[in-house]
T-cell receptor, first 112, second 113 residues
Framework: QQQVKQSPQSLIVQKGGISIINCAYE??????FPWYQQFPGKGPALLIA?????SEKKEGRFTISFNKSAKQFSLHIMDSQPGASATYFC???????????FGTGTSLTVIP | DTGVSQNPRHKITKRGQNVTFRCDPI?????LYWYRQTLGQGPEFLTY????????KSRLLSDRFSAERPKGSFSTLEIQRTEQGDSAMYLC???????????FGPGTRLTVT
């Protein structure tokens, strides 16, 4: 079964807008929650990651919000730019070195 | 280029044939992972190595699949008697263990006809 559920499946945002992608998980043993960005023909690349001892982490335009009690986390992309058009995956793992469980992905299109 | 490299990038094979893919990880990374990604889905874990030891295998990895990492360097993933359901992108990644996976390789796209 899907260990990490991701929504929406696709998202269209105007340039300068805020993109929000949500993920939910069930396994409370997960302690590492990364987000990956994937462009066509490329492998996923790490964007930003968070551990459950913090509720928010920001790096540039990207912010992760984490709600441990709700077992949910989300990616916010501020001031979205056309170059950010890609597929975004959330993931979760028990420790950073073990297998990652990925969401089904969100295809983001930023319209100029 | 110090990223993860994979060869070949594309492979077309007929059903029933055997195929082998190669992954060259980032040199100082001791962990190496294989994932499979189908269209519109997130990567699914197949197996991972710490140095030359294969530590975990997914139930997705049937007995037709075998992976090796001799001497803890590059890795190969072999699929025997390929089936159409094996058509997917096979992704490799490496990590130092504590840092998590930063980047996957470009993948090998397998098409089984």
């Amino acid at each position: 079964q899907q260990q990490v559920k991701q929504s929406p499946q696709s998202l269209i945002v105007q340039k300068g807008g805020i993109s929000i992608i949500n993920c939910a998980y069930e396994n409370t043993a997960f302690d590492y929650f990364p987000w990956y960005q994937q462009f066509p023909g490329k492998g996923p690349a790490l964007l930003i990651a968070i551990r459950p001892d913090v509720s928010e982490k920001k790096e540039g335009r990207f912010t992760i919000s984490f709600n441990k009690s709700a077992k949910q986390f989300s990616l916010h992309i501020m001031d979205s730019q056309p170059g950010a058009s890609a597929t975004y995956f959330c993931a979760a793992s028990i420790n950073t070195g073990n297998q990652f469980y990925f969401g089904t992905g969100t295809s983001l299109t930023v319209i100029p | 280029d110090t990223g993860v490299s994979q060869n070949p990038r594309h492979k077309i094979t007929k059903r029933g044939q055997n195929v082998t893919f190669r992954c060259d990880p980032i040199s100082e990374h001791n962990r190496l992972y294989w994932y499979r990604q189908t269209l519109g889905q997130g990567p699914e874990f197949l197996t991972y190595f710490q140095n030359e030891a294969q530590l975990e295998k997914s139930r997705l990895l049937s007995d037709r699949f075998s992976a090796e990492r001799p001497k803890g360097s590059f890795s190969t993933l072999e699929i025997q008697r390929t089936e159409q359901g094996d058509s997917a992108m096979y992704l490799c990644a490496s990590s130092s263990g504590t840092g998590g996976i930063r980047c996957f390789g470009p993948g090998t796209r397998l098409t089984v006809t």
